[in-house]
């Protein structure tokens, strides 16, 4: 079932609900469950199976955290780039012309990918129920964004979005580019100042996290999404014209 537009329009603050609730998953009290953290669960199973240490057990957790949260920032730093903060911010669907450059060379949906990367890495600092709630509700929600633009686009664009959808695979990366490049150009730096938020995550996990202590780690999330939340107001507003999507 896609997305509507009301979701749709407001797909960001959804995000953040679903982050929060995860975080905090009122539940859990409800329930008078344990709130350990999942990166402690996922540390405790391996030690207690006897395949490695608690330690060595946590710091594998923690670098797995780290490789996912960089992977989320490094791709949708990429797609950004070449779609265009603007557009990748605005809350309307755009579908004025094809962008086939960059990552949208080997998937269609980079943006979505790499918000489910990073729900994987922070789902560690969250309760293992808040986890769950949070990586699921944000899979589903990122197919059912996708199920909204691609009948748009279709619409929009005819045949050469569907020449497009049959070669490029919708989530999972091809090896090789499938389709030809559309000579779309980068803006780094838009794209890095509009994935400000991702990247802050990565450093807290990469700097803060081998200190062992969730909440620091949290501390600096709050830091990168107040710095992000600043950011946006840097952004230029995309215009009112149609065109590609932009996916969240």
Known sequence: MKATRLEYR????????????GFTAPWDRWLHLDMIRTWQ????????????GFNAATIAVLILGIVFAFLGAALRTWGSAYMGAS????????????????PYRRMRNPLYLGTFLHTLAVGLLMPPSGAIFAIVLIGVFQIRLILAEEPFLEAKLGEAYRAYRARVPRLLPALAARVPDSG????????????LYLWGVFLSLAVLG?????????????VSLGLSLVARAFLPQAPSVARESPQS
């Open 87 to 102: 557009i990748v911010k605005d809350a309307a669907m755009h579908g004025q012309q094809m962008v086939a450059s960059g």
């Open 10 to 21: 407001l797909r960001y603050w959804i995000h953040v609900v679903i982050f929060v609730l």
């Open 184 to 195: 779309a150009r980068p803006r780094w730096g838009l794209a890095f100042l509009g994935e």
């Open 210 to 222: 081998w200190r062992y202590n969730s909440m620091l780690i949290l501390q600096g999330v709050l």
């Open 41 to 52: 669960l996922l540390a405790s199973w391996p030690a207690r199976e006897h395949w490695l």
